[in-house]
């Protein structure tokens, strides 16, 4: 109970931080946010030690993911060069991804339109600038577009490509249809993308897919067994080499290189496995 009451408090807490916050940045800045991606970064950086679930980090996010407060600021103020647009793919295990992504790099997250409507995720979602998307192609003009302003604004999008969450321990295949989005003529030209694995390792002794989240199961029931547990997993997420757009000559193909990235990182991630602290 103490746990899960600090967890609320701190992601909501966070969450009053950044609304007021963005009542002066989106005035000033537009789709540039250079200030609140740093709250939602310390926010779910707070609720994974609450949650005793250990980061280990490999690889390194692409610049437009990557960089602090101060540089963004400098770069708005300065002038700077921008960086070259960049999306992320990775693959999906838990509802958990969205903590442990956010707590490695600035990123905003690419979900079904559903998903606003979701009691409480769907409020941090939208407050963190969660692009919704619908699967009609009726709206694909629109998507496109909504992809493009927010892909020149620097925002880094990260794309689930398998469509759903799995139990985390295994990768299912990639879905080519939305990479289509990424070979728009009109989309700034040298887009990368880069793949990105996660992998988690269950508490000694449990369930290997503890941190799993799939299916019918349910938030509440997933979350308070998370809570009741003293802890001693981890999350490995591996960053791969950026693959740049211009170099596919298709949808199937990148998803393809993408997928092959993605799975072969979540492998060796898992074999063998990261050593875990007792509880």
Sequence with gaps: MLRGLALGLVNFGG??????????ERPLFGLHRPVTPTITRAVCRVSLRLLRLRLVMQGTPLPACSHDLAHSAKKLFKNRPKNRPSAIVANHGSWLDIFVLNACARIYFVAKAEVAGWAGIG???????????????????AQTRALRDRLAAGHCLLFFPEG???????????????????????????????????????P????????????????????????????GGAVTVIWHPPLTVADFTGRKVLAGAAEHAVRAGHAAALSPPVPLRNP
């Design 204 to 231: 000694a002794g449990t369930d290997p897919a503890f941190y799993g989240w799939w299916g019918d199961m349910n938030f509440a029931d997933h979350l308070l067994k998370l809570l009741a547990h003293p802890g």
């Design 123 to 141: 409020w941090l979602a939208r407050a963190t600038g969660t692009l919704f998307i619908r699967r009609d192609r009726a709206d694909a003009t």
């Design 164 to 202: 759903t969450s799995t139990d985390g321990r295994r990768v299912l295949p990639f879905t080519p249809t939305l990479f289509q989005a990424f070979f728009d003529p009109d989309l700034a030209p040298g887009l990368r993308v880069q793949p990105v694995s996660v992998a988690y390792h269950a």
């Design 15 to 24: 969450l009053a931080i950044l609304l007021v916050v963005r009542l002066v």
